[in-house]
């Protein structure tokens, strides 16, 4: 089946600490993107690539980093200068637009 | 940067009810979409509705882009569409462009 997968789906985080978020996607999609949602809130634009070897800063980059080596591939690490990096983390995809399709998500809490 | 605003923030209704959710935002866009969120995260595509009105069985969207505002209608309301309703919108057309979410309408359908 065609989609979005992210992993891990929960993440526990030390202080200190960098962590990568994985997300893969088989749609064939030139776009992917990295999003954070805080609870009760709505969802911020971190990164986004509009193909491979390329891509841009969205609202809130700092303390991210990502790549985009192979087209189906688009992990973000979050490191140890995201001051407040517990949140959900959507990755998503898109042909010709916009973001379209969504992953599951990860859950990371910092302990 | 433009602004999206969603009403109501909450609503509850009973299974069998309609409803109307609205976004309104700030500025001439080039695209808008509806998504729904399920209670475990999942995001969902619910219509790309730059303009004009669409249906897709018990969901009916409505955009107006002149008055900059789109409506969701939900009618004979299921437990299962209970979640959060986002908006959002692009400005530009230029491929890989990313969208800014309103903060959402959580729905809750009590049978």
């Known amino acids: 089946d065609g989609g979005i997968t992210q992993s891990p789906k929960y993440l526990f985080r030390k202080e200190g600490q960098n962590v990568t978020l994985s997300c893969e996607q088989n749609?064939?999609?030139?776009?992917m993107y990295w999003y954070r949602q805080d609870p009760g809130q709505g969802l911020r634009l971190i990164y986004y690539?509009?193909?491979?070897?390329?891509?841009q800063k969205g609202d809130i980059a700092e303390g991210y980093s990502v790549s985009r080596e192979k087209k189906e591939s688009f992990p973000l690490t979050v490191t140890s200068a995201q001051k407040n990096p517990t949140a959900f983390y959507l990755c998503?995809?898109?042909?010709?637009?916009?973001?379209?399709?969504f992953g599951p998500g990860t859950r990371l809490t910092v302990l | 940067g433009i602004q999206v605003e969603q009403s109501p923030p909450d609503l509850i209704l009973q299974e069998g009810a309609n409803s109307t959710l609205r976004c309104n935002f700030s500025?001439?866009?080039?695209?808008l979409q509806w998504f729904h969120q399920n209670p475990w995260g999942q995001l969902i595509n619910l219509f790309y509705?730059?303009?004009g009105t669409k249906q897709n069985g018990r969901l009916s969207a409505t955009t107006v882009a002149t008055e900059r505002y789109s409506l969701l209608y939900i009618s004979s309301s299921q437990t299962t569409d209970s979640g959060v309703y986002f908006c959002?919108?692009?400005?530009?057309?230029?491929?890989?462009?990313?969208?800014?979410f309103g903060g959402g309408t959580r729905v809750l359908v009590k049978p």
């Open positions: 690539s509009q193909i491979v070897n390329d891509f």
């Open positions: 998503a995809s898109g042909e010709g637009g916009s973001p379209r399709f």
């Open positions: 509705i730059p303009s």
């Open positions: 959002a919108v692009d400005l530009t057309r230029a491929a890989g462009n990313k969208l800014t």
């Open positions: 500025d001439s866009v080039n695209n």
């Open positions: 749609l064939n999609h030139d776009a």
